[in-house]
């Protein structure tokens, strides 16, 4: 599985939200900028986690978004389907393959494990864990001797 651009974006706009107070809307011009993301791209990945309830949308003056639900509650497993679709690390997994092989495969039980760890770490992640990993990033950052 390779997370695409779209996946990206949504992970980083959503994390915007996450480090914003609780229940405040954010203009998506806000949330491009402060990730300098695209704002046409972002705008299609965010009407995606709308959908999926992972994010409420707002129009007009004071509008814009914010998360559905508390930060702690949104796991990066459920930004990462909502936008790429159910997690599947080889085309066998995601249940099209019908074949008498895919049964009989020896590898296909070490891509389920696999999937089944990475599922479990990525359940394992809220947005409250990424935003307070993000903000004591930003302090460290800002706490380094600056260049004279």
Request: proline share 5%; with cysteine; hydrophobic share 45%.
């Amino acid at each position: 599985m390779q997370l695409t651009r779209s996946g990206d974006y949504g992970i980083r706009g959503v994390m915007v939200l996450a480090q914003r107070p609780a229940g405040e809307f954010i203009p998506l011009e806000t949330i491009a900028v402060a990730d300098k993301l695209p704002l046409p791209f972002l705008a299609k990945v965010f009407q995606t986690l709308t959908r999926a309830g992972i994010v409420e949308a707002r129009r007009g003056a004071g509008g814009g978004f914010r998360l559905a639900q508390p930060a702690r509650e949104v796991t990066l497993l459920a930004i990462v389907e909502a936008i790429e679709g159910p997690l599947a690390l080889y085309q066998c997994l995601r249940g099209r393959d019908t074949s008498s092989q895919q049964a009989i495969c020896p590898v296909n039980v070490v891509w389920r494990r696999a999937q089944a760890r990475l599922a479990d770490v990525l359940r394992g992640i809220t947005l409250e864990d990424l935003a307070e990993a993000a903000l004591a990033l930003r302090d460290q950052g800002d706490s380094s001797p600056q260049a004279g």
